[in-house]
């Protein structure tokens, strides 16, 4: 029977002992805050009988949408281009490849963060020709300060949970031993995260020279979710 060497890590011990008493306890916080962005997707089509056409097109209406959102400056935070396609359509009918027209796509995301600009820049875009318009999609920044809020209220939550316990055995705490994230030590792979906010899709062809009127969009609140474990030693207890 080997002895153990001075220097190796002494086993974890769970329940604490009889002079150190631990109590292990989940702190957790829910938040509803409003939301920080507004993501809104647009799809700009064209159609021709050949390829330039098409492609001649797409490209007219795609520098008139991007020019649209340049123009709310520093209401956009953010604007990118995503996938681009030129399609050929063969006929049904008739022997051989014959191209009957070409079909072209382009698919741009803009990041706002003022909402009444949103609303109007909403209603511009879906009455452009062959424009489609997919949103918007709420959410808060990564490091928006609600993350921190949730998570300093679950370790508040624990602390006061924990102390609750220790009063109710007629003793107090006396250290904290252990503070995690959920899932900090035996990490689980991620399940993906439930939509954030409700899309609302859109795609118009401009029918009148009359401008439509703002849509009113209501800012979907977002929920904040923390979760924390705790292991606090406390007094021995006289039970």
Known sequence: MTTPAADDPQPFLPYGTPDAPRIAVRGEARLEVDPEIARIGVSVAARGKDRRTAL??????????????????????????????????????????????YHGRVHVTAELTDFTALGELTTRLADLDLTRVDGPWWALR?????????????????????????????????????LADIGAENAQPLA????????????????????????????????????????????PPKL
Request: charged residues 30%; hydrophobic residues 40%; glycine residues 4%.
């Open 142 to 178: 990564p490091d928006s300060p609600a993350h921190r809020q949730a998570r300093q209220q679950a370790v508040k939550e624990a602390v006061q949970r924990a102390r609750e316990y220790a009063e109710a055995l007629g003793t107090t705490l006396a250290a904290l031993v252990e």
């Open 192 to 235: 993906p995260a439930a939509p954030g906010s409700r899309m609302r899709s859109m795609s118009y062809a401009a029918a009148e020279d009359t401008a439509a009127a703002p849509l009113d969009l209501e800012p979907q609140r977002q929920r904040v979710h923390a979760q924390v474990n705790a292991r606090f030693t406390m007094a």
């Open 56 to 101: 001649d097109d797409l490209t007219r209406r795609n520098a008139t949408v991007l020019d649209l959102i340049k123009t709310y400056g520093d209401a956009v935070e953010r604007l990118e281009t995503g996938a681009f396609s030129i399609t050929p359509q063969l006929k049904e009918k008739g022997r051989g490849e014959r191209v009957h027209a």
